[in-house]
């Protein structure tokens, strides 16, 4: 299981993305142009002393990620998403691809993804932090695939 965030907009939330994946040993793809400095000290910051911790492989584009990133589905985490989160089935091996926080991901980005999932929302909100979100969804996705196991 692994992480992906494409071109993160705002640091304080790669910060909670390192911690996530620090503390689950999941490792955490970055594809850039970041909307901000990667060593941006708020990025620390959040990720308090968990950044040692983190695998942390950042990819130069969009087109770079997916030249070099690792088999397994992509799965994207979306809003337009067409699999509710309580119907998904994860796979050991899938990249969990979250958007900008600003606008998500364009449109080539979706038909790349081998899966897209929404989580259900009440009627009238329009999304959670991504941030959340990753938490929620790799979650469910270490529940099943029994990713849990090889933590303390």
Known sequence: M???LFEPDIPQ???AFIRLSAGLGVPLHVIEPCGFPVDDRR???AAMDYFHLATLIR???W???CRDRPPGRLVLLTTAGATRLPEAVFQPDDVLLLGRESAGVPPEVHE???LRVRI???AGARSL???LSAAMVLGEALRQTSGFEKLA
């Open 2 to 4: 692994r992480l992906a």
């Open 129 to 131: 932090n991504v941030a």
């Open 112 to 114: 790349r993804a081998d």
């Open 43 to 45: 990025i620390r910051r």
């Open 13 to 15: 939330n790669l910060g």
């Open 120 to 122: 259900p929302l009440q």
């Open 63 to 65: 087109t770079a990620f």
């Open 59 to 61: 990819h130069a584009s």
